[in-house]
């Protein structure tokens, strides 16, 4: 063999020809051997192979090898013929355009040329060799080594919350987004971004750099969510206030201080930190309640208890005699007829002045009052600073000895009592009724 020359011929013209070899007469219309010194003389490539001569035909004639694509050329299933116009339809229509690459073959479907270049062109040897090693710095969202790609791939579950509540935080439980975002604006960077051939280093750099600028935006905005939704944070202001006020104010405080520590901790530690510090709280007042029982000389809980009923029984009465001692006038001599005031009295002379000035309002006022001329000065006295109308004190006060006697001679009282009738106003009553001699404690 002195020289041998490949040429390809139109597809349309192969394909309305038949060749058959000259030697053994088989159908060689695919790929044959056509001698380049003898006219018309084809052969098929069995018979070029073992040598065939015939007539004025020699082996060691120049020939040319010539085919129409229709041999497998790198997998079976995809003909030469097939992987020429896939490289082409590549080239024209650009890559990814599957609908169109696969019209431009013809024979596959979008599918199977998608499959088939990736295959073979990109992960198989061929690709080893012509594409670089280096990529892209930016990630790939939408991938499963994507750093958002747990969201996008399986984005996080709806929250539960009312229309009203929804409304009131912008949330769109069916995006799973909210009408205002971490940096709202950030799209206005890439909104106008198109990518061309045509773009030196510097504008692709510039490219590059703005994409992963939003990368960055999305990755916080994802990082927000988490978090909002990690401590409970999106609901209703409602909802957040109720939840402030189980807190003291100390303890609100002490958690307003050191929010911005809880995007480093698990949610979980967080609520601990807080409880913590709640118990540290009750803890040091309780070491120090039970250090004042322990000064006191009470050794036991059952002491304790005691001395504060005593306590608020001490208290009770204190305020009491405080009281009593507003309603009754004071004391004036036979002699002079001037006022005589104790020590404690005179330290108390302008709560007596105030009283006074008070009992000559509460006068004016019930004035009318039908009831009013039935009661005594200190009776009128006592409504006064306990701001009782005249006619509700009668009823009360017919309600009380009634009560009174009846529990003296030991039968049921079955009325049932007035519903302005409170335990501090019942007690105030019958203070005020022993000290008359009406009653007895």
């Given at each position: 063999m002195k020289n041998l020359q490949i040429n390809k011929i139109d597809r349309g013209k192969i394909s309305?020809?038949?060749?058959h070899c000259n030697y053994c007469?088989?159908?060689?219309?695919?790929l044959r051997v056509?001698?380049?010194?003898?006219?018309?003389f084809d052969a098929c490539i069995q018979c070029f192979a073992s040598g065939a001569e015939m007539g004025n035909h020699k082996r060691g004639h120049d020939y040319h090898l010539i085919d129409n694509g229709t041999f497998y050329l790198i997998v079976k299933g995809w003909t030469a013929d097939e992987e020429m116009l896939l490289l082409d339809a590549i080239e024209q229509h650009g890559l990814g355009n599957w609908?169109?690459?696969s019209d431009h073959v013809g024979t596959k479907s979008p599918q199977e040329t998608q499959d088939h270049f990736e295959e073979v062109y990109l992960k198989k040897n061929i690709g080893k060799v012509t594409l670089p090693k280096s990529v892209s710095h930016i990630p790939d969202h939408a991938s499963v080594e994507g750093q958002l790609s747990p969201t996008l791939l399986k984005p996080m579950e709806s929250l539960d919350l009312p229309v009203a509540e929804q409304q009131e935080l912008g949330y769109m439980m069916f995006r799973d987004?909210?009408?205002r975002e971490y940096d709202n604006d950030a799209e206005n960077l890439i909104k106008t971004l198109v990518c061309s051939r045509d773009d030196d280093?510097?504008?692709?750099?510039?490219k590059l750099q703005l994409a992963d600028m939003y990368w960055r935006v999305l990755h916080e905005r994802s990082r927000w969510k988490k978090i909002a939704r990690d401590y409970g944070l999106i609901t209703s202001k409602h909802r957040l206030i109720a939840s402030r006020r189980k807190l003291s104010k100390e303890d609100r405080?002490?958690?307003?201080?050191?929010?911005?520590?809880?995007?480093?901790?698990?949610?979980?530690?967080?609520e601990e930190l807080v409880n913590n510090r709640i118990r540290e709280r009750e803890l040091k007042a309780r070491i120090k309640e039970l250090t004042k029982y322990r000064r006191y000389g009470i050794k036991k809980l059952t002491g304790c208890q005691e001395y504060e009923d005593l306590k608020t029984q001490r208290e009770r009465k204190k305020e009491n005699r405080k009281r009593m001692q507003v309603i009754s006038p004071p004391r004036t001599t036979k002699t002079s007829g001037k006022k005589e005031f104790s020590s404690d009295d005179s330290r108390k002379k302008d709560d007596i002045d105030i009283a006074t000035k008070e009992f000559e309002e509460f006068k004016e006022k019930m004035s009318s009052d039908s009831s009013f001329h039935l009661l005594s000065d200190k009776e009128k006295h006592l409504c006064a600073a306990v701001q009782l109308r005249c006619s509700r004190y009668m009823t009360l006060k017919t309600y009380l000895l009634n009560e009174y006697a009846s529990s003296r001679m030991k039968i049921p009282h079955k009325t049932k009592p007035p519903h302005y009738l409170t335990p501090s106003l019942r007690l105030a009553l019958q203070e005020f009724f022993i000290q008359c001699g009406w009653i007895s404690e």
């Amino acid at each position: 063999m002195k020289n041998l020359q490949i040429n390809k011929i139109d597809r349309g013209k192969i394909s309305a020809a038949k060749y058959h070899c000259n030697y053994c007469h088989a159908d060689c219309s695919g790929l044959r051997v056509s001698c380049a010194e003898c006219p018309d003389f084809d052969a098929c490539i069995q018979c070029f192979a073992s040598g065939a001569e015939m007539g004025n035909h020699k082996r060691g004639h120049d020939y040319h090898l010539i085919d129409n694509g229709t041999f497998y050329l790198i997998v079976k299933g995809w003909t030469a013929d097939e992987e020429m116009l896939l490289l082409d339809a590549i080239e024209q229509h650009g890559l990814g355009n599957w609908d169109d690459i696969s019209d431009h073959v013809g024979t596959k479907s979008p599918q199977e040329t998608q499959d088939h270049f990736e295959e073979v062109y990109l992960k198989k040897n061929i690709g080893k060799v012509t594409l670089p090693k280096s990529v892209s710095h930016i990630p790939d969202h939408a991938s499963v080594e994507g750093q958002l790609s747990p969201t996008l791939l399986k984005p996080m579950e709806s929250l539960d919350l009312p229309v009203a509540e929804q409304q009131e935080l912008g949330y769109m439980m069916f995006r799973d987004d909210f009408e205002r975002e971490y940096d709202n604006d950030a799209e206005n960077l890439i909104k106008t971004l198109v990518c061309s051939r045509d773009d030196d280093e510097l504008e692709t750099a510039l490219k590059l750099q703005l994409a992963d600028m939003y990368w960055r935006v999305l990755h916080e905005r994802s990082r927000w969510k988490k978090i909002a939704r990690d401590y409970g944070l999106i609901t209703s202001k409602h909802r957040l206030i109720a939840s402030r006020r189980k807190l003291s104010k100390e303890d609100r405080e002490f958690k307003d201080k050191i929010r911005p520590f809880a995007q480093f901790v698990q949610p979980q530690q967080w609520e601990e930190l807080v409880n913590n510090r709640i118990r540290e709280r009750e803890l040091k007042a309780r070491i120090k309640e039970l250090t004042k029982y322990r000064r006191y000389g009470i050794k036991k809980l059952t002491g304790c208890q005691e001395y504060e009923d005593l306590k608020t029984q001490r208290e009770r009465k204190k305020e009491n005699r405080k009281r009593m001692q507003v309603i009754s006038p004071p004391r004036t001599t036979k002699t002079s007829g001037k006022k005589e005031f104790s020590s404690d009295d005179s330290r108390k002379k302008d709560d007596i002045d105030i009283a006074t000035k008070e009992f000559e309002e509460f006068k004016e006022k019930m004035s009318s009052d039908s009831s009013f001329h039935l009661l005594s000065d200190k009776e009128k006295h006592l409504c006064a600073a306990v701001q009782l109308r005249c006619s509700r004190y009668m009823t009360l006060k017919t309600y009380l000895l009634n009560e009174y006697a009846s529990s003296r001679m030991k039968i049921p009282h079955k009325t049932k009592p007035p519903h302005y009738l409170t335990p501090s106003l019942r007690l105030a009553l019958q203070e005020f009724f022993i000290q008359c001699g009406w009653i007895s404690e």
